[in-house]
């Protein structure tokens, strides 16, 4: 993966986060419906499936490359979600109970779920809000329910990797049945993500002609997609051909069949895009960088941020200049939490393999495979 897809990846992950942060800013709440076309576009669910190929492809990476053994790769899944949930878990907490008692009627809908300490934190750090019959949203924090599914995805993937024979069967089967059909069906963008990097790894990229077709193809068929209704008649179809009246509870995968074909087009994009970015290894851009570098704490605190900041900034949040103060305090706030939690993870896991006594969990687990 050279320096200039990197980057690129970067970039990617950036703008999906901030587009999550921007669907969720354009709730009427918080911006008195001055954005409304963002949620009518349903840009933010759509932004979810980037983040499900970016994480397939990034994960399958460092599992060949890096994460050569099942312990070392539970410990780099782990630490990179706890190092962020953990503190962000905590802050919800903290915000959502003092802006209950201080602002009760900006916490008197759908978008505010209290739950019990320890129920929060069970299904917080185990990420199973979503698994199995469970729909949990922990109070203000509704992104939460990616975490559930990325999890999921991480622990499939981890036995398929590192059991074989009817031990991987039984194991999988077992996780299968915890997890459930509906975090199961957004599986397949995430899927799409592995099999990308071993179309990359492999060196099978498409020519420069093809390649900017697909690079720039793909987000001109998205948009078409969009102006089209495409998402909401393919998800009236799947209802029909399920024999269901709707697909609401499937919770968020009530998409599917649309998150499907978004999560082919993504792959198309950045499976074009590696193919230009093959003559640009040098490219470089700190500031971009540094924007990625913090968009896990942006994508998973910004929401309870938001809701506290709207009834705190009160008056001074009408209008567009409102709007635009809304905005700039969240992004602030989060990136000053990154600074915190998300950006010291590599001392964090240094620290926790020193005081482990050890350079890399249990070194004797069998080496992942060369292919998936």
Known sequence: MNR?????LDALR????????????AYPRFTEGRWIWIRELNLGSDAVVIFFV??????????????????????QRLTRLWSVAIPALVLTLILDRYGAAAYPAYYDGWWYHPLGLAETFWYGLSFTSQ???DMVRLGTNGPWWSLSYEAAFYLLFALWLWTSGPRRLGLMALAVL???PKVLLLMPAWLMGVWLWHRIEAGRLPNPTNAAALALGMPVFYALALANGLPQGLTDLSAGLLGLPHTYGFGFSDEFVWNALLGAMVTGQIWGMAGLMAHHARMRSDAIRWLAGGSFSLYLVHYPVLQILRPVLASNTDGLLGDALLLACTLLVCYAFAALFERPLPALRKAL??????????????????RV
């Open 178 to 180: 915890a997890i459930g």
């Open 353 to 370: 393999r020193a005081r482990l006594g050890r350079r890399a969990p249990v070194p004797r687990d069998k080496p992942a495979p060369a």
């Open 54 to 75: 970016l994480s397939g492809l990034v994960v399958a990476f460092a599992a060949q490359t890096k994460d050569k053994t099942a312990s070392r790769f539970a410990f």
């Open 14 to 25: 950036f703008g999906a986060a901030l587009v999550v942060l921007l669907s969720h800013w």
């Open 131 to 133: 698994w199995g019959t």
């Open 4 to 8: 200039g897809f990197s980057l690129y």
